[in-house]
């Protein structure tokens, strides 16, 4: 990729999502200073181009508080993207298949470094750096599952060698087909539609978010059997990232699970239970940066290549 030219009073980190998209700009010095945040909700049924249209003018309205341009920026992304800084899937929103984002990227901010990766690469980071342990399993649990495994301090599989796509961990061969096409995919299982959809079915009737919430609250069976069946995908999904990698800490997070209190304990069990003799399950809690980690992360991924783009 090419060399921008690196102008502007600090960096950007951006948190592309399945229903939503994070923005916060920070002082080249840190948090410490100048902050200026914000959210927006992807338009209905507009395709690609138009949710871009919409993420720009969210850009230039920060912009514009902010006072400047930013000398680099970092991405967050679910999507797969190519070495040619297309879309190459994303079955949460299939309208950006084929979409030239990195060109659509250096066109919104010409005069920035920019790089971007996997959000579920970038929350683990994050997570890691602030747990302080070079060994953690991370999942992320909203509109989708993502999540990524740090060994050693870094993302595997490593440069070049694609994202970790926890999500698709296979955990129920009979299990619900996901956007994939595959059937018994932990997305498909534990993402937040997915438990919504489940709690609707036990329940006879609508389930959202909030009524979720107070259904777990007021002991439902219907609520408890649906967050039940996630909690038994995502320790699963804990368990044999720990078999494999030998990870130190596992880290729950993402929008879903961070609004659901208590369902970090609640894997933690179930990741116990699972444990073998000799190989007991790493502990595992609730993320500390909450539903923010791929922001985090997207904002050190600027900090970290300040002088040039660089997927």
Avoid at 39 to 65: H, M, N, S, Y
Avoid at 108 to 130: I, N, Q, S, T, Y
Avoid at 201 to 225: C, H, K, Q, S
Wanted: one cysteine or more.
């Amino acid at each position: 990729m090419g060399t921008a030219t690196a102008t502007g009073g600090g960096v950007l980190g951006i948190d592309v999502g399945g229903t939503k998209v994070a923005l916060r700009a920070e002082g080249l010095d840190g948090p410490a200073g100048h902050v200026e945040e914000a959210v927006f909700t992807w338009p209905a049924a507009q395709g690609a181009e138009g949710d871009w249209r919409a993420l720009a003018a969210e850009v230039a309205g920060l912009r514009e508080r902010w006072g400047g341009g930013f000398t680099a920026v970092g991405v967050a992304v679910p999507a797969a993207v190519g070495a040619d800084g297309r879309v190459a899937a994303w079955p949460g929103r299939p309208g950006w298949e084929g979409f030239a984002f990195g060109p659509a990227l250096r066109r919104l901010f010409p005069d920035a470094a920019v790089r971007w990766a996997d959000d579920g690469d970038l929350a683990a980071l994050a997570e890691a750096r602030h747990a302080g342990c070079d060994h953690v399993a991370y999942l992320g649990v909203g509109t989708g599952v993502g999540g990524g495994v740090v060994h050693g301090g870094a993302s595997l599989p490593g440069p070049g060698l694609g994202s970790c796509e926890v999500g698709h961990l296979v955990v129920d061969r009979r299990g619900p087909r996901c956007d994939c096409g595959r059937r018994g995919c932990l997305q498909a299982t534990a993402s937040g539609p997915a438990t919504l959809r489940r709690a609707a079915r036990l329940r006879g009737g609508p389930v959202d978010f909030a009524a979720l919430r107070t259904g777990l609250a007021e002991g439902a069976a219907w609520a408890e059997e649906a967050v039940e069946e996630t909690c038994d995908g995502l320790a699963a999904a804990f368990v044999s990232l720990a078999e494999l990698f030998h990870s130190r800490l596992s880290v729950l997070g993402g929008g879903f699970a961070d609004g659901l209190p208590g369902l970090a304990a609640r894997v933690a069990d179930r990741s116990a239970a699972l444990s073998r003799t000799g190989f007991p399950a790493p502990p595992l809690r609730p993320a500390a940066l909450g539903g923010l980690s791929s922001l985090h992360g997207a904002l050190a991924l600027a900090r970290r290549h300040p002088q040039g783009d660089e997927r």
